[in-house]
């Protein structure tokens, strides 16, 4: 009967359905062709390649853990009117409010108790262990860019220097928030605290970038993180207080401790979205790179070195995640790839 069946000119099960699935691979490549002539696409794809959820975790740890001390720290050291503007700048920007605020002012007051405990030398390695954090940041800017990564040196002393530049930042934003931060004053402190925060970033993508990029290029990069971290402050203020409490309540002490750590995951996306921007935009054959990069077609400083090349592969999720077992990163990082593996590709060098 199946034979007959056959012979007599009718398909058998699912004969059509290698066309079927090729058809449909057809519509899905189209249709990734058209999202990656979208800037957001080509923005996702290079946060992808600088695997962002292992980098704002980094971020986000190194900040905790080191940055964060830093401030108590250095802060101790300053005179009570720079102590307290940092301070004011910091639980803003926290959002931390009730029991929270009065352990950070627990922190800051205790200037005497910090200064006693630290002494010039334990200052100075504060800075030093602090600067991985800054060389966290450094790393998030050169891949995102595609720049070879510096020597040791330079990115220990550019390091300490932004974080001088930071701690200036929050000083001076504590201190016009206590100046303008009332009745009318509130809308040009708003104004100058996104002008700041602009300023701030753009300095830093081109510090960090050791000045091998354009500062006109760099303009999209300080615009977006600075916003960016700022609307994200202000969200703060909303949901922070309730995390903390809730977090307090459950786990103690170690509870705000959690909640400062998913603050600054939150803020670690932030930097990468703004550093992954810019070079898109800045790349972009329209009109709108047409328009950041201005007469000069290029991107880099002159004499700077050329750019390492894009990936040779498609990206998918899971790049968002750096994995050992993956052979282009384990090459990356010293082990030997089997004959079997792809070729290494130099974007993947751990910068």
Known sequence: MNNAGITSGQSPPGAESPHGVARLRELLAAASGR???????????????????????????????????????????????????????????????????????????????VRRATGALGLILTFFFASSFTAAVQRV????????PSGAVSAYA????????????????????????????????????????TGLWWFTAWFLLLGQVRWRVLLPTGVITGVALSVYALSASIWMPDV??????????????????????????????????????????????????????GLLASGAAPSL???????????????????????????TPSPDDEPPATWREEV
């Open 244 to 297: 903390v409490t809730s977090n307090q309540a459950q786990f103690g002490f170690f509870g705000v401790a959690l909640a400062l750590t998913t603050w600054f995951s939150g803020a670690a996306i932030c930097i990468l979205v703004g550093a992954c921007a810019g070079p898109v935009l800045a790349e972009d054959t329209g009109w709108v790179g047409a328009l950041i990069r201005g007469s000069d077609p």
């Open 141 to 148: 800017y050169l891949r995102a860019w595609r720049r070879a």
């Open 35 to 113: 999202l990656r002539r979208f800037l957001i696409w080509q923005v996702w794809e290079r946060m992808l390649e600088i695997e962002f959820v292992d980098r704002s975790v980094a971020l986000a740890g190194k900040a905790f853990v080191s940055f964060f001390p830093l401030v108590i720290v250095v802060a101790a050291f300053m005179p009570a009117g720079v102590r307290t503007s940092i301070f004011s700048t910091l639980t803003h920007r926290l959002g931390l409010e009730g029991a929270a605020l009065s352990t950070a002012k627990e922190a800051f007051s205790s200037a005497d108790d």
């Open 309 to 335: 090349p894009a990936p040779t592969r498609t990206l998918r999720l899971r790049d968002a995640f750096r994995q050992a077992e993956d052979p282009t990163i384990a090459n990356a990082e010293g082990s």
């Open 158 to 197: 550019r390091g300490m220097a932004w974080l001088a530049a930071m701690l200036g930042y929050m000083a001076v934003l504590g201190a016009l928030r206590g100046r303008m931060g009332n009745g009318v004053g509130i809308g040009v402190f708003v104004v100058a605290a996104l002008a700041m925060a």
